[in-house]
């Protein structure tokens, strides 16, 4: 999955990952099944987030221009950083 990450004014640190739809994506060659190429498997197969199961994930998801995305904050415990 691919996300990016940033930290609101207060200090709240966010994920952020767009919503990837089946239609979006190209078909494979070999079966036409939806194949995603940031993961660079099969869509039934990449951990990408899709409409339903990004909240099951505890995200939320909040549209802007038009374009699903899905947010979380992170805790400080799940995000050590060494530096
Ligand atoms: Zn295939
Ligand atoms: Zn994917």
Redo the contacts with the bound molecule.
Sequence with gaps: MKYIEFTTPDGSIYQESKIVFADDLRK??????P?CDICDT?YSDCDCLGPSNAEEEGWSLVERDNVLYAIREVTIEANFKTD
């Design positions: 494979c060659e070999c079966c036409e099944e194949y099969h």
